[in-house]
């Protein structure tokens, strides 16, 4: 079972960038697909990107594809997020989350078996 923790959020002024980390431990991290969701006050989570075990991207959310790079070092135990060009509606806890699973839409939050605590980020206009 693996327990992650992410980072790196924060208040910045639209069009500006952050990077957000999550740390993995207590399982394999390489065994798991990783993914990024998103949770705005008042809103479903919404998928935001999805990686595959060997650091490839698989998909990315309309609402964020062309300003967000995923990415994962494996040696680190460690998922990223590049967020550039943000905007106000950017805004919203981000959670990393872990599947066990070999196919899948990727998309859903039950296709994913393990999350983290999830941390805040705040874009001004």
């Known amino acids: 079972q693996v327990q992650l923790v992410e980072s790196g959020g924060g208040l910045v002024q639209a069009g500006g960038s952050l990077r957000l980390s999550c740390a993995a431990s207590?399982?394999?991290?390489?065994?798991?697909?990783m993914a990024w969701f998103r949770q705005a006050p008042g809103k479903e989570r919404e998928f935001v990107a999805a990686?595959?075990?060997?650091?490839?991207?698989?998909l990315y959310g309309d609402s964020v594809k062309g300003r967000f790079t995923i990415s994962r070092d494996n040696a680190k135990n460690t998922l990223s997020l590049q967020m550039d060009s943000l905007k106000p509606e950017d805004t919203a806890v981000y959670l990393c989350?872990?599947?066990?699973?070999?196919?899948?839409?990727?998309?859903?939050?039950?296709?994913?078996?393990?999350w983290g605590p999830g941390t805040q980020v705040t874009v001004s206009s």
């Open positions: 207590g399982g394999t991290f390489p065994n798991y697909v």
């Open positions: 990686i595959n075990w060997s650091a490839s991207p698989l």
């Open positions: 989350a872990a599947s066990r699973r070999y196919y899948s839409s990727w998309k859903a939050s039950n296709d994913y078996d393990f």
